[in-house]
C-alpha cells in the first residue's frame, strides 16, 4: 500500500464547476499536510497548507480528518487556469510523501 | 528575492555516462532535499541535509548515486554510471525548517538513451 493514495483521475469538468479531491494517508503519525499544485512540465508549488480546524483561500477549501486518515480540496467555481496536477502531500519526521497527484482539466 | 535554481535543465546522455545536477538553495534556508520525478508520479525523496549533514539518505541508490553538499550551500547529485531507468527529473528543494514550506527548483529533466 502506497503511503499517500490519491485517483489519478483525469477529472475533466465544465468552467464555473465544483470539483473535489481526495486523498488517503498510512502514516497516523504524520505531522502536517499540504496540496501542492504542479502544471505540465513544471515544478510542483505550495498551493495551502491543511489543518483539522479546515482552511479556506478564496475558491479553495482543505479539509484533514486525522482520525480517517483522509486529506481533500474542494475547488469552487473552477476556471480554465485551474487545470493542473493536484498532489497530496504528508510530512513524516520531517520527510514529505507526495502522492501521485490528481490531473484536473478544466474546459470551456 | 531568487528562487531555487538548478541547473542543467536538460541533460541527454547515452547508458553507463556521469551525470552531475547542481543545485543553490534559497539563501538562509538550512535543509535541503533532492528528489526524483518520474513521468505520472510524485516526486520521492532522495535525500535530505540539514546544513551540510546527510540526515535523510536512506532512499538514494547508493551503489550509483552520491550527493554532496560541503559548504552547507549549494549541493550536487551524481549518478555514476547512469542507467536507463535513471531517466526522469530531479527536482532540488529548499527550505528555512524541518516542518516548514519547501521551495522547489524547475528541476532537470534527464534523458539516458
Known amino acids: 500500500r502506497k503511503e499517500v493514495e490519491q485517483d489519478p483521475g483525469p477529472f475533466n469538468v465544465p468552467e464555473g464547476a465544483t470539483v473535489a479531491f481526495n486523498c488517503t494517508y498510512s502514516?497516523?503519525?504524520?505531522?502536517?499536510f499540504f496540496w501542492y499544485r504542479q502544471d505540465c512540465r513544471k515544478e510542483p508549488k505550495l498551493l495551502m497548507s491543511?489543518?483539522?480546524s479546515g482552511n479556506e483561500d478564496g475558491r479553495f477549501t482543505a479539509q484533514l480528518n486525522r482520525a480517517s486518515q483522509y486529506i481533500s480540496l474542494l475547488i469552487r467555481d473552477s476556471k480554465l487556469s485551474d487545470s493542473a496536477t493536484y498532489l497530496c502531500?504528508?510530512?513524516?519526521?520531517?520527510?514529505?510523501?507526495f502522492g501521485q497527484g490528481t490531473t484536473l482539466q478544466v474546459k470551456p | 528575492e531568487a528562487g531555487v535554481v538548478q541547473s542543467p535543465r536538460y541533460k541527454i546522455i547515452e547508458k553507463k555516462q556521469p551525470v552531475a545536477f547542481w543545485c543553490n538553495p534559497i539563501?538562509?534556508?538550512?535543509?535541503l532535499y533532492w528528489y526524483r520525478q518520474n513521468l505520472g508520479q510524485g516526486p520521492e525523496l532522495l535525500i535530505r541535509?540539514?546544513?551540510?549533514?546527510?540526515?535523510?539518505d536512506s532512499q538514494l541508490p547508493k551503489d550509483r548515486f552520491s550527493a554532496e553538499r560541503l559548504k552547507g550551500v549549494d549541493s550536487t547529485l551524481k549518478i555514476q554510471p547512469a542507467e536507463l531507468g535513471d531517466s526522469a527529473v530531479y527536482l532540488c528543494?529548499?527550505?528555512?525548517?524541518?516542518?516548514?514550506?519547501?521551495?522547489f527548483g524547475p528541476g532537470t529533466r534527464l534523458t539516458v538513451l
Open positions: 541535509y540539514e546544513n551540510e549533514e546527510a540526515v535523510d
Open positions: 539563501s538562509g534556508h538550512n535543509t
Open positions: 502531500v504528508v510530512n513524516t519526521g520531517g520527510k514529505l510523501i
Open positions: 502514516n497516523s503519525a504524520s505531522q502536517s
Open positions: 528543494a529548499s527550505s528555512p525548517g524541518l516542518y516548514n514550506e519547501q521551495f
Open positions: 491543511v489543518y483539522s
